[in-house]
């Protein structure tokens, strides 16, 4: 046996032991992280316990971010900041608990594809980071720790 092989049966038998569970939460906090930082940047208002709140109050910085560096096609500039703010902002949520999970990751994959066709294309690297849990959940779904699974067994 070689050392390849060696190795390869090892991390196979680690990745036996970890429960897809943990999978599932960290696919789902990761995504959650991504999204609900990059909404934390996009809204205006009073922080409460460190995080802002107020996802219907798209700030000034935004708006021009859309209307000059962004500059999607087809959308005017406010509707696209309030699309992505408040949709960053709520689909972080569900995805977080686990409720409408492959519906949001859809929508997250679809932003994302947008992000990086018109917004940054010399950032696949990063959009691809972002794609593989978004892939996962879709596939997956949430998991047993999920608002999705409780909702089945009802």
């Known amino acids: ?7 390869d049966r090892f991390a196979k038998t680690l990745g036996d032991i970890i429960p897809e569970a943990v ?22 208002g009073d922080a409460i316990f460190g995080q802002k709140w107020m996802f219907w109050n798209v700030s000034q910085t ?3 971010l859309f209307e000059y560096d962004y500059a999607l096609p087809l959308i005017p500039a406010d509707i696209a900041a309030y699309l ?25 994959i679809i932003m994302t594809l947008i992000i990086e066709i018109f917004v940054y294309p010399e950032a696949w690297a ?7 849990p978004l892939l996962y959940i879709l596939k997956q779904g949430a998991g047993v720790f999920s608002v999705d699974s409780l909702l089945k067994k009802t």
């Open 23 to 44: 999978l599932s939460i960290s696919a789902r906090v990761s995504v959650f992280m991504i999204f609900w930082l990059s909404a934390q940047t996009k809204i205006g």
């Open 62 to 64: 935004t708006l021009l």
């Open 126 to 132: 990063t959009h691809l980071l972002w794609l593989v």
């Open 84 to 108: 992505a703010s408040i949709t960053e902002f709520l689909i972080s949520i569900l995805i977080l608990v686990g409720f409408m999970t492959r519906a949001s990751a859809l929508i997250f």
């Open 1 to 7: 046996m070689t050392i390849f092989n060696k190795i």
